[in-house]
C-alpha cells in the first residue's frame, strides 16, 4: 500500500488558501482597524479573536452536517466550494468600505458596522469552509497513510503562507508605504480571493472525491484490525491512570500558554513594528516569510530529531528556543530604527523553534489516548489552541494600549517559558519514533 502523492498534493490545495488567507487576515486587519477606524488595541484584539470564538463552536458543527451529507460532488467538496466562493466576494468588499471610510464617503456600506459585519460574515464562511476541508484527506487516505498525508497537506499550508508574504513583501514595501496615512490594500484583497478561487478550481475538475472515498472504503472495510478501539469489556468505558490524566492537562495548558505568546507576535507584529519602528506591511510580511521558511527547512531534521532524542526533549527544545527569540527581539525592536539582519536571522530561528514544538505536540497529544478516543484527544489539542488564540489577541491588545508596544516580546517571552515550565510536568506520549528517509519524516507534523 502506497501514499498517492498526487491525489494528496491536489487535495491539499484547500488548506494551501486557508493557511494563505489567515495570514492576510492577521497581517491585515488589525492595520485597517487600528489606522483607518481608529479603533483601540483591546477592541482590535477582541475583533481579532471573534474567529477563533467562532471556531469552537462552528468547525465542529459544520463538520458534523458535512458528515451527513451526500451529493454528487461527495460529502466535503459542497462546503469547500459555498465557502470559498462567499470567502472570496467579502474579501473585496473589505477594501471598498476601509477605502471609502478613509475618503469620508456617506452613505450605509461605509462605516465601522459594515466593516464588521462583513468581517463576520466572512469568518462564518471561512467556517463552513475549514472542518470540510481538513476533514477531506482522512476521507480518501487509508488509515496506515494518514499521518504521512498530513504532513504533505501541512507542508501545501505552510507554501500558502509563503506565496502570500511573498506577493505582500513584493507589492507593499516600506519604500510605498513609509508616511503614508492611508495605504490602499485593495490589490492584496484581490489576489487573495483569485489565489483561493484557483485553488479550489483545481480541486474540483482533477478530485473526485465520491470515487477515492469509494475507493477508501473499500480498503478500510479489508482491514478490519485497523481499528484499535480498546474499552472497558463490563462498562464500555475507556479508564486511564490518574498519572496519565495529569500529563494530558499540563501537555493542554503547554500548549495553550504557547499558543497565547506566539499568537500574540503573529496578531499584533504588525501593528507593532509600525509604532515602534515606522515599519510597514512589506517589513513584517519579509520576518514572516523568513520565519515560514525557516520551519519548513527544519521539519526533516526536527522528524530525524526526535527520532534520535524523543518527542519531549524536542519540545524543550523548541519552547526554550523561542524564548531566546522572543527576548532576542524585544531587544533588536527596541533599539533599531528599521528590520534588520540580525532581526531575519532570529525569525528564521522563531519557525525553527515553532517547527519543533508542532511537529511533536500532536503526536504527544493521540499517543496517551487509545484508538476509540483519538479523534476525541485530537479535538482536545485544537481546543486548547484556540482557547489560548482566544485569550492573546485581547490580553495582548489590552497591555499594547494601557502599558506600553515594547511589552508585545516581553509578553510573549514570559508565556513562552511558561510552556516549557508545564512541559516538565507531562511524563507521557514520549514514545521515540523509528528513524525514516526522507519525506517520511514528515509523518509526527
Known amino acids: 500500500m502506497k501514499l498517492n502523492y498526487k491525489n494528496t498534493f491536489l487535495t491539499g490545495l484547500a488548506f494551501m488558501s486557508i493557511i494563505a488567507f489567515w495570514q492576510l ?28 470564538v467562532l471556531a469552537l463552536f462552528l468547525l465542529p458543527m459544520f463538520g458534523r452536517l458535512s458528515d451527513r451529507t451526500h ?169 486511564f491512570p490518574p498519572e496519565v490524566k495529569r500529563s494530558m492537562i499540563f501537555l493542554l495548558i503547554s ?62 527544545f523548541g519552547t526554550l528556543l523561542l524564548t531566546a527569540s522572543f527576548a532576542a527581539c524585544y531587544f533588536l525592536t527596541t533599539t533599531a530604527a528599521s528590520v534588520t539582519v540580525p532581526m531575519y536571522i532570529v525569525f528564521a530561528l522563531v519557525g525553527v523553534a515553532w517547527a519543533s514544538i508542532s511537529v511533536n505536540s500532536l503526536p504527544m497529544a493521540v499517543e496517551m489516548c487509545r484508538g476509540a478516543d483519538a479523534g476525541k484527544y485530537t479535538g482536545l489539542y485544537y481546543t486548547a489552541s484556540m482557547a489560548g488564540q482566544v485569550v492573546t489577541p485581547i490580553l495582548a491588545g489590552f497591555l499594547l494600549k494601557n502599558v506600553s508596544y515594547k511589552i508585545l516580546f516581553v509578553y510573549a517571552t514570559v508565556f513562552s517559558l511558561a510552556s516549557f515550565i508545564t512541559m516538565i510536568f507531562v511524563k507521557h506520549g514520549d514514545i521515540k519514533a523509528e528513524k525514516l528517509k526522507g519525506l517520511e519524516n514528515f509523518e509526527e507534523m
Not at 26 to 52: K, Q, Y
Not at 71 to 88: C, D, F, Q
Not at 196 to 205: E, G, Q
Open 71 to 239: 451529493t454528487k460532488l461527495g460529502k466535503r467538496m459542497p462546503y469547500i466550494l459555498i465557502g470559498t466562493v462567499v470567502t472570496a466576494i467579502l474579501l473585496n468588499l473589505l477594501p471598498i468600505i476601509d477605502n471609502g471610510f478613509y475618503a469620508g464617503k456617506q452613505g450605509f456600506l461605509y462605516g465601522l458596522v459594515p466593516f464588521v459585519i462583513v468581517l463576520g460574515l466572512m469568518l462564518f464562511a471561512m467556517s463552513v469552509y475549514r472542518s470540510p476541508a481538513v476533514a477531506l484527506m482522512p476521507d480518501v487516505t487509508p488509515k496506515p497513510l494518514r499521518s504521512r498525508a498530513n504532513a504533505i497537506i501541512n507542508l501545501m499550508g505552510a507554501a500558502g503562507g509563503i506565496i502570500y508574504l511573498a506577493f505582500t513583501a513584493v507589492t507593499f514595501p516600506k519604500s510605498k508605504t513609509e508616511g503614508l496615512e492611508h495605504v490602499d490594500y485593495s490589490l492584496l484583497f484581490i489576489f487573495m480571493s483569485v489565489f483561493m478561487v484557483v485553488c479550489i478550481a483545481i480541486m474540483l475538475f482533477t478530485v473526485n472525491e465520491p470515487k477515492l472515498s469509494a475507493i477508501n472504503d473499500k480498503i478500510e472495510k479489508e482491514h478490519p484490525e485497523w481499528d484499535l478501539t480498546v474499552e472497558n469489556k463490563n462498562t464500555g468505558n475507556v479508564r
Open 255 to 316: 500548549i495553550a500558554l504557547w499558543y497565547i505568546g506566539y499568537n500574540a507576535v503573529t496578531t499584533w507584529f504588525t501593528t507593532y513594528i509600525s509604532v515602534i519602528m515606522g515599519e510597514g506591511l512589506g517589513g513584517a510580511s519579509t520576518c514572516f516569510l523568513i520565519a515560514n521558511v525557516g520551519a519548513i527547512v527544519s521539519y526533516i531534521p526536527i522528524g530525524m530529531a526526535a527520532a534520535k532524542f524523543g518527542r519531549k526533549k524536542m519540545i524543550y
Open 25 to 52: 487576515y492577521d497581517n491585515v486587519i488589525p492595520l485597517l482597524l487600528t489606522r483607518t477606524f481608529h479603533l483601540s488595541e483591546d477592541l482590535t484584539g477582541v475583533i481579532m479573536a471573534a474567529d477563533n
